[in-house]
């Protein structure tokens, strides 16, 4: 027998380095008229990089120590910063104590007790509220150059700030610009990471809807405001943070190599070879099949 066009375009995907979960799947790909992209893992490559250690004045430990509490306290997150975390402390030959009492909350950070200290470590300004606050003009400073700020707390003291900085994917420009063509409009861009660095990546793959700082529900209403504009919307993401946007989206994409399981789990689709140019691919695949359906 002849395969019907939307079981061949599943095999073609699959070729492609994409898992498209069912034919229904296959099918809503090409009713996507809007795509909403995740910054970190997503448009870049996920594996960021520890690129400043920063202890502040007074907190009374160094680069060592500093980093000894950020890493124990990460060393149990999935989180592609955690990762980071940790390996700049492996980097160094330090040896890190076992962390209790983990817990995680996706968009903000994590916290652990370490050596007997209730250690946080995440967002600054949604782990501390005060303006004024020792570390804020570090923080900003790192965000200026496009990094990922980083605040680790101790017993409710701001003891340093580190800052993260992960690559573009190589394939991120011509993605957007693919996207760009098949809808009509460049995506919105949907992180969880600071204005600033996001803003500053969002200009260099020529994006310009913007919406940062968000937690995973906020991403959530930025997808129904999107498609209550009429929009069928593509979101395409990787983490935790993802896995509820991913779920309300017309059509949800993860990224397969970093993405979290809860993210691959959630998605219509998975993205199996690591590359953002799948996605205008099989959105391209999708039309084609149903124009031999219908
Ligand atoms: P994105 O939406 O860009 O993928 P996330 O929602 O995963 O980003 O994370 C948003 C922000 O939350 C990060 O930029 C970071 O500041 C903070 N964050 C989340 N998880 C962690 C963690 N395990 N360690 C440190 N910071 C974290
Ligand atoms: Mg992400």
Excluded: C, W, Y
């Amino acid at each position: 027998a002849t395969m019907p066009p939307l079981l061949s375009a599943i095999a073609n995907a699959g070729r492609h380095g994409v898992l498209v979960k069912s034919a229904v799947v296959m099918e809503r790909l090409g009713q996507v008229d809007a795509v909403a992209l995740d910054k970190t893992g997503t448009l870049t490559e996920g594996t960021p990089r520890v690129t400043d250690v920063r202890p502040l004045p007074g907190s009374g430990g160094g680069e060592a120590e500093l980093l000894v509490l950020a890493a124990a306290a990460e060393h149990p997150s999935e989180h592609p910063l955690a990762r980071a975390v940790v390996d700049a402390a492996r980097a160094r030959g330090l040896a890190l104590p076992v962390a209790e009492d983990f817990t995680s909350t996706p968009g903000v950070g994590v916290t652990a007790t370490v050596d007997g200290r209730k250690i946080a470590v995440g967002v600054p300004a949604r782990l501390l509220s005060g303006a004024e606050d020792a570390h804020t003009a570090v923080a900003a400073d790192l965000e200026d150059g496009g990094r990922t700020a980083v605040l680790v707390v101790a017993d409710g003291a701001p003891v340093g700030v580190l800052g993260i900085a992960d690559r573009l994917r190589p394939d991120a420009t011509a993605t957007v610009a693919s996207l760009t063509a098949l809808t009509g409009h460049a995506p919105t861009l949907v992180t969880g990471d600071n204005p600033r660095a996001a803003a500053r990546l969002a200009a260099e793959v020529g994006i310009t809807d913007v919406r940062a700082g968000l937690l995973p529900q906020d991403k959530v209403a930025a997808v129904r405001e999107l498609e209550q504009a009429g929009r069928r919307l593509l979101v395409v993401g990787d983490g935790v943070n993802d896995a509820p946007a991913l779920a309300a989206a017309h059509t949800g994409i993860a990224m397969g190599r970093a993405g979290s399981d809860l993210a691959l789990e959630t998605a219509d689709a998975v993205i199996v070879r690591d590359e953002l140019a799948t996605v205008p691919a099989v959105v391209a695949l999708s039309r084609r099949a149903r124009r031999l359906v219908v």
